[in-house]
Each structure stands twice: as structure tokens, then as C-alpha cells.
């Protein structure tokens, strides 16, 4: 009877948690605090607030400090602190950063292993810890979770022993399209009962829209493009009009050819990028009916939310700006215009998560990123955050979104290209040809042709 009183009890302290296993050298180890710093830029703390205490839940070890940065100076306040090893360990960089960014980042490792917090016991709840190796994501799975541009943008030859092998080098949660804005008034003053599915009938209706003054200065605006400086991602505007004409961007090695005519085109009269920097330009050109742009007008942004602009071409994250500074504005959001008979072909404009090559805490890092970019969890964050999905497996269910419909509608055709190592130099030279052009400086042919040559010289 006393030996079976006895197995009772250690049964019952057993099943209660009172008797715990041993803990083994690797998980104390493992299982050290661990401080990640986490720098990005347009999302405040909240956004990621739930995210990482949802990550505590199984790692509460990881402390994880988020800290946002203002666009202008994110760049210069990263490369300064990286090189000073003060760095973060994971941060955000542009989708046309990446290959520019390379040797300064971390490649997702194929599996990590880590120590994860399970509770145990039915009676008394017990703390215990196990270690896990898991595969991470792999090519396939990001070639089959997320669209097509991210494969492209993400993965990079590494070098090893072997060779060289394809490797991930970040993560985006959200990827932005470039749309239509338009003003719901001023189109239906003009008789225009719905905004343009393609360019040849834009130019038509800009001319309807766009009202001068005696003195020939523009009162309102058709579109708020055709200029540089004053027109809000000018680059991304000219880039898909020449991308939708047929234009090849880059060549295989990342050097500019946009103003080449590509081999299949081959039989048309000038490369289509010429076409499409003048089209462009046409918009600012006072010799052209659809003059609606000059230099002297306001920034594009202000110029719609004043009114002043029927349409504009921009991104999702415009959306809360217009809202919050012209609640009475009555305005719309369509897909871009296309050209008709023409493919399909948007823009695409987003952020990576990436970790830094200097990191301590590598598998840490890139468990974190792979967390927050897994559809459950990520999902949270794009309903928080209002964005458009870089996931295929959200685009019809974000399709349902009012607001995000014209978005997320655009991500399976959308586009980007390689700018070279400097991409912010790249657009400048981009923005340049354009003054160029609108200035008289140089013919079309020419400005392409030194754009081009600026381009390459980042690379």
C-alpha cells in the first residue's frame, strides 16, 4: 500500500508540473535575452505592437526595440550607423535598394533553430522550453506565396563554396500600385461619367478638364503630370508608361536600354521609350492640345487636394493624406490606363524587410521577419496599416476593400526594373531627362540617351 501511496503522488506531481525536467546546457544558452533593433520608416510602433507581443508569446527571450525614421533622412542614418556597427539588426529598405544593398545584408538561411516557450501540465500550468529547427522559406514557396515581382526583387546569386546559389535577402509585407486619383466634380462638370481605361482617352478627356485664363495660365488642371519636380513619383509614372509600350528597361546584366527599341519591336519607327518620354512630356508642352502641366504649378499632391488637379497617378498611402487634409473632397480611385491592345502592366512600388549582415542574432532576425510575413499574422498588420498584400493567397479577399480594390486589383501584372547601386541617382537622372525635354535643353532622343548613360553610371 505504501509503494502504491507513493507512485501516486510522484504521478500526481508529475501531471501537476511539480517535478520539472532538467534543463539542458544548450536551451540556457539558447534561451539568453536577446535585443533586436527594428528600423523603418512610414509606420508608427502600433502597427508592429501586437506582432511582437504575439512573437513573445513563444519567444520571450526577444526583446524587439521598433524605431521609425522619416524618409528623407532613413538612408543616410542607416549607412552611418551601420558603418559605426551601431546598426539594426533587421530594417526596411526599397525594392530597388536590394542588389545595391547586398553586401551589407544577411541571406535567409535555410532553416533556423531556436528555442520555443510551450506550456505544460493540466493542473499547474508549466513553463517548458524546446529547442525547434525549422525549414525556412524556399524558392518555391516564395515564388508561389507571393507575386511575381517579388521573386525578381528579393533574390539574389550568392557566392559560396560551390559556386554561387540563389538566395532570398528580404521579405516585403505590403506591396503599393501605382492608380488613378481623380476628382468626382470636376469630371462630372466636364460630362465625363467615369475616368479613363486608356491613354488615348485621357488625352481626350484632359482636354475637357483643363481650364486657362485669358492670360493662358492654367486654372485647373486635366492631370497633374508631364513636369519633374513638382510631380510626385515622376519616375514610377514615366517608367510604366514606357514598360506598357513595350520598352525593355534593363538588359539581363541591369544596365538601362530604355532607349532602345527591343528586337521584337523591331520594324516600328523609334524605341518606345522615346515615345513614351514624349507623351509624357506632351503634358507640360504649351504647343499640345493636351497642355494641362507646367513647372510653376504646385506639387501634384497639393494641387488635387486644392482642387485644382481632375486626376493624379499615386499610391495607397496617399489615401489618409487626401482624406485628412480635404475631408470634403470628392474624389476616386481607378486603376491606371492602359494601352489599348497592349498587355496588361502596372507599377510596383513597396518595402523589404531585411537583416543586417552584422547582426549577432541572425536566426532571431530572420524568425521575426518570416513571422510577420506569414499570411495569418501579416494580415493583422495590413488591416492595421490599410495597405494593399504582397501575398497571392489576399489579393481576392483585399479585392473586397472598397478602397483597396484598385490596388491590390493591379498586383498580378505589376512591374518594377532595376535603377542600378544609387537608385535615388537614378531617378534624379530620370527627372532631369524630363526637365530636359520640357526646358528645350535637348531633343527627346538626346535627353534619353544621357539619361540613360547617367543610369548606368550607378551601377
Given at each position: 500500500?505504501?509503494?502504491?501511496?507513493?507512485?501516486?503522488?510522484?504521478?500526481?506531481?508529475?501531471?501537476?508540473?511539480?517535478?520539472?525536467?532538467?534543463?539542458?546546457?544548450?536551451?540556457?544558452?539558447?534561451?539568453?535575452?536577446?535585443?533586436?533593433?527594428?528600423?523603418?520608416?512610414?509606420?508608427?510602433?502600433?502597427?508592429?505592437?501586437?506582432?511582437?507581443?504575439?512573437?513573445?508569446?513563444?519567444?520571450?527571450?526577444?526583446?524587439?526595440?521598433?524605431?521609425?525614421?522619416?524618409?528623407?533622412?532613413?538612408?543616410?542614418?542607416?549607412?552611418?550607423?551601420?558603418?559605426?556597427?551601431?546598426?539594426?539588426?533587421?530594417?526596411?529598405?526599397?525594392?530597388?535598394?536590394?542588389?545595391?544593398?547586398?553586401?551589407?545584408?544577411?541571406?535567409?538561411?535555410e532553416s533556423i533553430s531556436l528555442?520555443?516557450?510551450?506550456?505544460?501540465?493540466?493542473?499547474?500550468?508549466?513553463?517548458?522550453?524546446?529547442?525547434?529547427?525549422?525549414?525556412?522559406?524556399?524558392?518555391?514557396?516564395?515564388?508561389?506565396?507571393?507575386?511575381?515581382?517579388?521573386?525578381?526583387?528579393?533574390?539574389?546569386?550568392?557566392?559560396?563554396?560551390?559556386?554561387?546559389?540563389?538566395?532570398?535577402?528580404?521579405?516585403?509585407?505590403?506591396?503599393?500600385?501605382?492608380?488613378?486619383?481623380?476628382?468626382?466634380?470636376?469630371?462630372?462638370?466636364?460630362?465625363?461619367?467615369?475616368?479613363?481605361?486608356?491613354?488615348?482617352?485621357?488625352?481626350?478627356?484632359?482636354?475637357?478638364?483643363?481650364?486657362?485664363?485669358?492670360?493662358?495660365?492654367i486654372i485647373t488642371s486635366g492631370?497633374?503630370?508631364?513636369?519633374?519636380?513638382?510631380?510626385?513619383?515622376?519616375?514610377?509614372?514615366?517608367?510604366?508608361?514606357?514598360?506598357?509600350?513595350?520598352?525593355?528597361?534593363?538588359?539581363?546584366?541591369?544596365?538601362?536600354?530604355?532607349?532602345?527599341?527591343?528586337?521584337?519591336?523591331?520594324?516600328?519607327?523609334?524605341?518606345?521609350?522615346?515615345?513614351?518620354?514624349?507623351?509624357?512630356?506632351?503634358?507640360?508642352?504649351?504647343?499640345?492640345?493636351?497642355?494641362?502641366?507646367?513647372?510653376?504649378?504646385?506639387?501634384?499632391?497639393?494641387?488635387?487636394?486644392?482642387?485644382?488637379?481632375?486626376?493624379?497617378?499615386?499610391?495607397?498611402?496617399?489615401?489618409?493624406?487626401?482624406?485628412?487634409?480635404?475631408?470634403?473632397?470628392?474624389?476616386?480611385?481607378?486603376?491606371?490606363?492602359?494601352?489599348?491592345?497592349?498587355?496588361?502592366?502596372?507599377?510596383?512600388?513597396?518595402?523589404?524587410?531585411?537583416?543586417?549582415?552584422?547582426?549577432?542574432?541572425?536566426?532571431?532576425?530572420?524568425?521575426?521577419?518570416?513571422?510577420?510575413?506569414?499570411?495569418?499574422?501579416?494580415?493583422?498588420?495590413?488591416?492595421?496599416?490599410?495597405?494593399?498584400?504582397?501575398?497571392?493567397?489576399?489579393?481576392?479577399?483585399?479585392?473586397?476593400?472598397?478602397?483597396?480594390?484598385?490596388?491590390?486589383?493591379?498586383?498580378?501584372?505589376?512591374?518594377?526594373?532595376?535603377?542600378?547601386?544609387?537608385?535615388?541617382?537614378?531617378?534624379?537622372?530620370?527627372?532631369?531627362?524630363?526637365?530636359?525635354?520640357?526646358?528645350?535643353?535637348?531633343?527627346?532622343?538626346?535627353?534619353?540617351?544621357?539619361?540613360?548613360?547617367?543610369?548606368?553610371?550607378?551601377?
Amino acid at each position: 500500500m505504501k509503494k502504491i501511496l507513493i507512485l501516486s503522488i510522484l504521478a500526481a506531481l508529475t501531471m501537476s508540473g511539480a517535478l520539472c525536467k532538467t534543463t539542458s546546457k544548450e536551451i540556457t544558452e539558447a534561451t539568453k535575452p536577446v535585443q533586436l533593433v527594428y528600423w523603418r520608416v512610414f509606420d508608427d510602433s502600433d502597427a508592429f505592437t501586437d506582432l511582437i507581443a504575439e512573437y513573445n508569446k513563444v519567444h520571450p527571450n526577444v526583446n524587439i526595440t521598433y524605431r521609425k525614421l522619416r524618409y528623407d533622412e532613413f538612408e543616410k542614418k542607416l549607412l552611418e550607423a551601420m558603418a559605426e556597427d551601431r546598426g539594426p539588426d533587421i530594417f526596411s529598405i526599397h525594392n530597388t535598394w536590394v542588389r545595391g544593398y547586398q553586401s551589407k545584408l544577411l541571406s535567409l538561411p535555410e532553416s533556423i533553430s531556436l528555442p520555443y516557450r510551450t506550456i505544460q501540465g493540466t493542473i499547474k500550468k508549466d513553463v517548458v522550453w524546446e529547442m525547434q529547427n525549422k525549414k525556412s522559406l524556399s524558392l518555391r514557396d516564395l515564388k508561389t506565396q507571393f507575386i511575381d515581382q517579388v521573386y525578381d526583387d528579393v533574390v539574389l546569386p550568392e557566392a559560396n563554396e560551390k559556386g554561387t546559389a540563389n538566395k532570398i535577402y528580404g521579405l516585403p509585407l505590403s506591396v503599393d500600385t501605382l492608380v488613378l486619383f481623380y476628382n468626382k466634380e470636376l469630371l462630372n462638370a466636364a460630362g465625363i461619367p467615369e475616368p479613363a481605361k486608356d491613354w488615348q482617352t485621357l488625352q481626350e478627356q484632359v482636354k475637357k478638364l483643363t481650364k486657362q485664363n485669358t492670360e493662358g495660365d492654367i486654372i485647373t488642371s486635366g492631370i497633374a503630370m508631364g513636369a519633374a519636380n513638382n510631380v510626385d513619383r515622376a519616375m514610377d509614372i514615366l517608367s510604366v508608361l514606357m514598360m506598357q509600350n513595350g520598352t525593355k528597361m534593363a538588359n539581363d546584366g541591369g544596365a538601362a536600354t530604355f532607349n532602345v527599341l527591343p528586337e521584337e519591336l523591331q520594324g516600328r519607327t523609334s524605341p518606345p521609350g522615346i515615345e513614351a518620354l514624349t507623351f509624357y512630356t506632351d503634358f507640360a508642352s504649351p504647343q499640345k492640345e493636351v497642355y494641362s502641366w507646367n513647372e510653376t504649378m504646385p506639387n501634384s499632391l497639393d494641387a488635387f487636394i486644392q482642387g485644382k488637379a481632375a486626376y493624379m497617378l499615386s499610391y495607397s498611402y496617399n489615401l489618409p493624406i487626401i482624406r485628412a487634409r480635404a475631408p470634403k473632397l470628392n474624389f476616386g480611385v481607378a486603376k491606371i490606363p492602359q494601352i489599348s491592345g497592349n498587355k496588361e502592366i502596372n507599377y510596383a512600388n513597396y518595402w523589404v524587410e531585411t537583416v543586417s549582415k552584422k547582426t549577432i542574432h541572425p536566426n532571431e532576425a530572420w524568425d521575426f521577419i518570416q513571422f510577420i510575413a506569414n499570411t495569418q499574422n501579416v494580415e493583422k498588420y495590413l488591416t492595421k496599416t490599410k495597405k494593399p498584400t504582397a501575398l497571392r493567397s489576399l489579393v481576392q479577399k483585399q479585392s473586397e476593400d472598397i478602397d483597396l480594390y484598385p490596388f491590390v486589383s493591379q498586383l498580378l501584372t505589376a512591374k518594377s526594373w532595376y535603377k542600378g547601386k544609387n537608385a535615388t541617382a537614378a531617378e534624379d537622372a530620370m527627372k532631369q531627362m524630363i526637365t530636359e525635354v520640357i526646358r528645350g535643353t535637348y531633343t527627346i532622343p538626346e535627353a534619353i540617351n544621357l539619361g540613360v548613360q547617367k543610369v548606368n553610371q550607378t551601377l
